[in-house]
């Protein structure tokens, strides 16, 4: 807020309120601020053309063994084709995978019906977790067939 002095009516020291708004300095930064960007921008382009080789990454060694969970609509739970349930999830988990074999390095695939309600799975997750298995993949459909 601005004040006006002098002017019509009233004494040599009265003040008059001004409500125009000075927009100078706001134009003067966004101009500033253009001229940054634009002398900015080129710079993080890349420019320099480069001939890339071809990547040939060797596929990953594969587990001996997979090990599926299977979650049927219905609530059963199967370690490959063997039934289990979820408070024995874990023993029965340990005996497919094996002694020699890691808990926490070994991963987990896991196929589950569309059907099948979040709770039955999170409980299957939360076991496998409470058990030392946290690398875990999901099994879908291949979506090309």
Same mark, same amino acid.
């Given at each position: ?6 002017? @019509?009516?009233?004494?040599?020291? #009265?003040?008059? +309120?001004? @409500? ?17 960007? /634009? ?13 890339? *080789?071809? +990547? ?5 060694? $594969? *587990? ?8 049927? #609509? ?11 349930? %979820? ?16 808990? +926490?390095? #070994? ?14 799975? /999170?409980?299957? /997750?939360? /076991? %496998? ?5 946290? @690398?875990? +993949? ?5 979506? $090309?067939?």
């Amino acid at each position: 807020m601005g004040a006006k002095l002098g002017g @019509s009516g009233g004494g040599k020291y #009265e003040e008059e +309120a001004n @409500s125009t708004i000075n927009v100078t300095p706001f134009v003067d930064v966004m101009l500033v601020l253009l001229i940054i960007f /634009m002398v900015a921008a080129p710079l993080a382009a890349v420019t320099v053309k480069v001939n890339l *080789p071809l +990547a040939v990454a060797k596929p990953g060694v $594969n *587990p001996p063994k997979p090990v599926y969970i299977s979650l049927q #609509e219905n609530g059963r739970i199967y370690i490959q084709d063997f039934p289990s349930d %979820l408070a024995t999830l874990g023993d029965d988990l340990r005996k497919q995978v094996g002694t020699k074999r890691d808990p +926490a390095h #070994e991963r987990i695939f896991i196929r589950g019906d569309k059907n099948v309600t979040y709770g039955d799975f /999170m409980g299957v /997750m939360n /076991m %496998l977790q409470d058990n030392g298995f946290y @690398s875990v +993949a999901l099994v879908g459909e291949d979506n $090309n067939k």
